[in-house]
């Protein structure tokens, strides 16, 4: 078992939909990033959580402590939110262990 | 310098050839990492840098790999004698070590072996 699961692996969703993307962790963490990749590869750091919510437009992230699980959700999402989603956690040490991605398409 | 940046971006080479990769973190952050991201899956650790030395590697990198970060600023990645299974996106990040845990992550480059 992973450290790190997400899910779903694969979502497909109507433009305008409300998406959530579930991470769930089994190791102590010091901070949990939300992180994007687009099909060039290129990652971009959407959040970096420690505790409660953060909101950055129509993204909004979650995390429970205790539950060791954070949410995504995008809200009126849009064709240009398709990517892969990628939760990566880090335990208080140097190293980050990543979720293997949520790929979300979005349909016009 | 607003964030990490690494170059180049894309690197296709020959099977059997060396290839470096530069990371230039934020300037402040005296932790650098890097990771290498295969098809489908989350990025893997490689190595990590505090300043000039180089703590950990992991067992991922072969004798083919090698990293320096010579003053404690930009990092590169060497390979040599590339294989086809080297083709990845490799990942670097920063950090700094009185902030935080928080990493800033480069674009990415992306090697194809052919």
């Known amino acids: 078992k992973n450290e790190v699961e997400q899910s779903p692996q694969n979502l497909t969703a109507q433009e305008g939909e409300f998406i959530t993307i579930n991470c769930s962790y089994s190791?102590?963490?010091?901070?949990l990033h939300w992180l994007q990749q687009h099909p060039g590869g290129g990652i971009v750091s959407l959040f970096m959580?420690?505790?409660g919510k953060k909101k950055h437009g129509r993204l909004i992230a979650t995390i429970n402590i205790q539950e060791k699980h954070s949410s995504l959700h995008i809200t009126a999402s849009h064709p240009r939110d398709s990517a892969v989603y990628i939760c990566?956690?880090?335990?208080?040490?140097?190293?980050?262990?990543f979720g293997t991605g949520t790929r979300l398409k979005v349909l016009a | 310098d607003t964030g990490v940046s690494q170059n180049p971006r894309h690197k296709i080479t020959k099977r059997g050839q060396n290839v470096t990769f530069r990371c230039d973190p934020i300037?402040?952050?005296?932790?650098l990492y890097w990771y290498r991201q295969t098809l489908g899956q989350g990025p893997e650790f490689l190595t990590y840098?505090?300043?000039?030395?180089?703590?950990?590697k992991s067992r991922l990198l072969s004798d083919r790999f090698s990293a320096e970060r010579p003053k404690g600023s930009f990092s590169t990645l060497e390979i040599q004698r590339t294989e086809q299974g080297d083709s990845a996106m490799y990942l670097c990040?920063?950090?700094?070590?009185?902030?935080?845990?928080?990493?800033?992550f480069g674009q990415g480059t992306r090697l194809t072996v052919v």
């Open positions: 990040a920063s950090s700094n070590l009185s902030g935080g845990v928080g990493a800033f």
């Open positions: 190791v102590g963490i010091s901070a």
């Open positions: 959580l420690s505790s």
């Open positions: 990566a956690v880090n335990s208080g040490t140097y190293k980050y262990i």
């Open positions: 300037s402040e952050h005296n932790r």
């Open positions: 840098f505090q300043n000039e030395a180089q703590l950990e």
